[in-house]
T-cell receptor, first 113, second 113 residues
Framework: GAVVSQHPSWVICKSGTSVKIECRSL??????MFWYRQFPKQSLMLMAT?????????EQGVEKDKFLINHASLTLSTLTVTSAHPEDSSFYIC?????????FGPGTRLTVT | AQTVTQSQPEMSVQEAETVTLSCTYD???????LFWYKQPPSRQMILVIR??????QNATENRFSVNFQKAAKSFSLKISDSQLGDAAMYFC??????????FGAGTRLTVKP
């Protein structure tokens, strides 16, 4: 149980375009989901916390107008990277919380050319 | 607010031997949990072990155990009988109540055959 999926697993987009990443909890409902970004050989950095039906809470330094998060249901959260630039290339990981534990998706590798 | 320090960027252990990964943290929460996650080359985050801060007894999960020193805010992970499959990045993370999970810088564990 407690499986989290992400789609797509990898994506390449051109600079200036937008890309959407989906995060789904497959066998449980998650009131809270988290989005992390991980650069090569670095740790996971929390970008934002999203609660179902309300606006996401962004970490300091994360542009909310660039990284749009929608948590429309208890099983789905989306991250849209708008007007992507090469510096947005990274590995994006979502997680969903059940009580005190967080379950992580497999991640999405974004490459902006 | 939570901060996490993993002072060992890299560790190496001989197969079948024991290794200890260190972690210190700071948190303003009175009730919290502590986690160790493993990230193999696939980059999927895998929960290794968790500890409830209110419990004095150290958590154990098969070959994995922790040494939790609450007053010192220390949470080390001991891996016994190391196996080649234990090679990965290991991240320590406190999580207070309904709060988010933030990670240390990580320790890269190499297992030598």
């Amino acid at each position: 149980g407690a499986v989290v999926s992400q789609h797509p697993s990898w994506v390449i987009c051109k600079s200036g375009t937008s890309v959407k990443i989906e995060c789904r909890s497959l066998d449980f409902q998650a009131t809270t989901m988290f989005w992390y970004r991980q650069f090569p050989k670095q740790s996971l950095m929390l970008m934002a916390t999203s609660n179902e039906g309300s606006k996401a809470t962004y970490e300091q330094g994360v542009e909310k107008d660039k990284f749009l998060i929608n948590h429309a249901s208890l099983t789905l959260s989306t991250l849209t990277v708008t007007s992507a630039h090469p510096e947005d290339s990274s590995f994006y990981i979502c997680s969903a919380r059940v009580t005190a534990e967080q379950y992580f998706g497999p991640g999405t590798r974004l490459t902006v050319t | 607010a939570q901060t996490v320090t993993q002072s060992q960027p890299e560790m190496s252990v001989q197969e079948a031997e024991t290794v200890t990964l260190s972690c210190t943290y700071d948190t303003s929460e009175s009730d919290y949990y502590l986690f160790w996650y493993k990230q193999p080359p696939s980059r999927q985050m895998i929960l290794v072990i968790r500890q409830e801060a209110y419990k004095q007894q150290n958590a154990t999960e098969n070959r994995f155990s922790v040494n939790f020193q609450k007053a010192a805010k220390s949470f080390s992970l001991k891996i016994s009988d190391s196996q080649l499959g234990d090679a990965a990045m290991y991240f320590c993370a406190p999580s207070g109540g309904l709060n988010d999970m933030r990670f240390g810088a990580g320790t890269r564990l190499t297992v030598k055959p």
